[in-house]
């Protein structure tokens, strides 16, 4: 199968869409079918071989996050080049209401089209406002994913209609076999716990965390904390406690590979993110590393731990709560462990191995569907033609 897949994110930062695009595209070009991906990128960007890149990204307040996004009639005639040159047996589009290159794919594509939604918005005045401009081109969806409950909640809220949840996928065996590296693990007297994420964005929850470390310090005073992600770090912990700032170690941004080795290393990894989560990648793939997982009672994190039998939750942007349970799973290390194994075992659900059958199979229902639509008139009116009767 020829399989064009359009991500509206660049593929210079890295982020949840773009590493769901990436994974879906290897794994696909593993079971043999031709797969291209066209995606903002500026052009010192590496790419993998599969990538084709629309051009340079702007960066964009979108869905109280910065997102780099690529528009314009340049980028159409990119967009245009690309699906004629494709010809492709099926376009998967993401995000397709974003300002981005899966508008512009949508409005010049024919043929079988699926889309995925993975935003999770219950009020979105940029929704409302551009859905009766692209509301012939989104009628030319034939399948609609959502990542999630509450993406799919978006998707009947916002642009009407329904959508099949397929979750995100994770290389649930990349996560579990990683290596676990000693200057990562803790120690009875020195625990170590984990963030993963764009530091400087409110939203991942940071914040609530820091405010949670001085009660867990008093408690816990040899704890370590690993932050990875983008960001600098003398302007996040500006106005921090000292001891809270001394106990943070930041590694920077880190490689897929670093990434598994300290969710496998780390006594717990904390998710304290406060909102805007349809899904919750990152939280797959610490329970995949084996990590006892503590995360804020988000709808979306909620489903990913099984309602706490997967996971820890605490109250969301409560940090005393957070604190509280953090002491409490840090003096409980067969909790820890009982809670590692389940999440582990739970992750199995989200591999690619069946997240990307449910997908296929989108994809072949809208083919056949296309097909069907196509063949449907002369199937039916072909009796009345001479030579046809009786076919």
């Known amino acids: 199968m020829r399989i064009g897949i359009v991500c509206p994110y660049s593929f210079d930062v890295p982020g949840g869409v773009q590493f769901h695009v990436r994974d879906l595209a290897e794994h696909f070009i593993g079971d043999g079918h031709d797969v291209s991906v066209l995606a903002p990128a500026d052009s010192e960007t590496e790419l993998p071989p599969y990538v084709t890149s629309a051009g340079r990204a702007t960066a964009v307040r979108y869905n109280g996050s910065v997102a780099r996004l690529n528009f ?3 980028t159409a005639a990119k967009v245009g080049r690309w699906l004629e040159q494709g010809d492709f047996d099926v376009l998967h589009l993401h995000e397709p209401m ?9 409005m010049a594509a024919e043929g079988p089209i699926v889309a995925t939604f993975h ?3 219950l009020r979105s005045r940029t929704m409302q406002t551009a859905y009766p401009l692209l509301r012939p081109s989104l009628e030319k969806i034939a399948g609609r994913i959502a990542v999630s409950e509450d993406a799919r909640r978006t998707v009947t809220t ?3 209609g329904d959508a099949v949840v397929i979750p995100n996928g994770v290389y649930v065996d990349r996560f579990a076999d990683a290596p676990r590296r000693a200057e990562w693990l803790g120690r009875p007297s020195a625990p170590t716990i984990a963030f993963l994420g764009r530091m400087g964005e409110p939203r991942k929850g940071l ?3 820091a405010a949670a470390l001085p009660a867990v310090l008093s408690e816990v005073p040899g704890l370590r904390v690993l932050v990875a992600g983008p960001g600098d770090p003398d ?10 700032t001394a106990a943070c170690e930041f590694l920077g941004s880190v490689s897929d590979a670093d990434k598994a080795s300290l969710l496998a ?3 717990v990894y904390v998710a304290p993110n406060t909102g805007g989560e349809s899904f919750g990648i990152i939280l797959i793939e610490a329970m995949s590393a084996g990590a006892c997982v503590l995360a804020s009672d988000l709808p979306a994190f909620s489903r990913v731990l099984d309602g706490g039998g997967a996971g820890a939750m605490f109250a969301n942007e409560q940090p005393a709560d957070l604190a509280r349970t953090l002491v409490a799973l840090l003096r409980d290390p067969r909790h820890r462990n009982d809670l590692g194994h389940a999440g582990q075992a739970r992750a199995r659900l989200f591999d690619w191995s069946v997240v990307a059958d449910k997908i296929m199979a989108v994809y072949e229902t809208v083919i056949e569907g296309r097909m069907a639509s196509q063949w449907e008139p002369e199937r039916r009116w072909g009796r009345f033609l001479p030579g046809r009767a009786g076919r």
Do not use: Y
Request: aromatic content about 2%.
């Open 98 to 106: 974003t300002p981005s290159v899966s508008v512009l794919a949508l």
């Open 72 to 74: 314009g009639p340049v």
């Open 158 to 160: 916002h642009v009407g």
């Open 119 to 121: 935003t999770s918005m």
């Open 235 to 244: 302007e996040i912990t500006e106005g921090w406690p000292p001891e809270v």
């Open 207 to 209: 914040p609530v965390l």
């Open 265 to 267: 290393s780390v006594d």
